[in-house]
């Protein structure tokens, strides 16, 4: 059975600050996908990333940055100078088996993450 | 493209009570999921279709039916409402069934 744990149920910062969001994840699987998603205030899902299981290159996008480790089953994500505007809850999911056809998401229960001013 | 609409955007209930939660996507995905979201618990699959005609259980399947008559539409039936079902509800679709769009999410009361 897949797993995705976030560890970090809430994390509040001062804005400028640098925050990382732990991601553990747990398959049998040897093709898979990670993703993040981003839920603000308002409710709806903003996807973030995707990484195939095959690609361990770190990714780089403005303030935000992915680190996926392999060997310990780990996608982190990292806000670099946070601002007010990256408070929300997010989350990290992965894709079951790319070979069936059931490819739905397992959701970690989420990081709120509270950017103070 | 509108992308994934659902409607209605609330909705409040008496246990017992049925209704159906609205999903369409226009951008020709096979794939379409439904998932709700519990505080704490992040998001868990009820059902999923892999294209018109093909349906499936996901991870709490219990109180709820589907059916997929078109590539388009992935409507959401609530049998006989009880409290337990008080979530948000996420409709998704996705071409490959790997990065999935998500829609606005129709928040669920029941009393």
């Known amino acids: 059975a897949q797993k995705v744990t976030q560890a970090q149920t809430e994390i509040s910062v001062v804005e400028k600050e640098d925050v990382t969001l732990d991601c553990v994840y747990e398959t049998r699987d040897t093709t898979y996908y990670l993703f993040w998603y981003k839920q603000p205030p308002s409710g709806e899902l903003v996807f973030l990333i995707r990484?195939?299981?095959?690609?361990?290159q770190n990714e780089i996008s403005g303030r935000y940055s992915w680190n996926f480790q392999k060997s310990t089953s780990s996608f982190n994500f990292t806000i670099t100078a946070s601002q007010v505007v990256d408070s929300a809850v997010y989350f990290c999911a992965l894709s079951e088996a790319v070979n069936t056809g059931r490819r739905a998401l397992t959701f970690g229960s989420g990081t709120r993450l509270q950017v103070q001013p | 493209n509108a992308g994934v609409t659902q409607t209605p955007k609330f909705q409040v209930l008496k246990t017992g009570q049925s209704m159906t939660l609205q999903c369409a996507q226009d951008m020709n995905h096979e794939y379409m999921s439904w998932y709700r979201q519990d505080p704490g618990m992040g998001l868990r699959l009820i059902h999923y279709s892999v294209g018109a005609g093909i349906t499936d259980q996901g991870e709490v399947p219990n109180g709820y039916n589907v059916s997929r008559s078109t590539t388009e539409d992935f409507p959401l039936r609530l049998l006989s409402a009880a409290p337990s079902q008080t979530s948000v509800y996420f409709c998704?679709?996705?071409?490959?069934?790997?990065?999935?769009?998500f829609g606005p999410g129709t928040r669920l009361t029941v009393t």
């Open positions: 998704a679709s996705s071409l490959t069934g790997n990065e999935q769009y």
């Open positions: 990484r195939n299981s095959f690609d361990e």
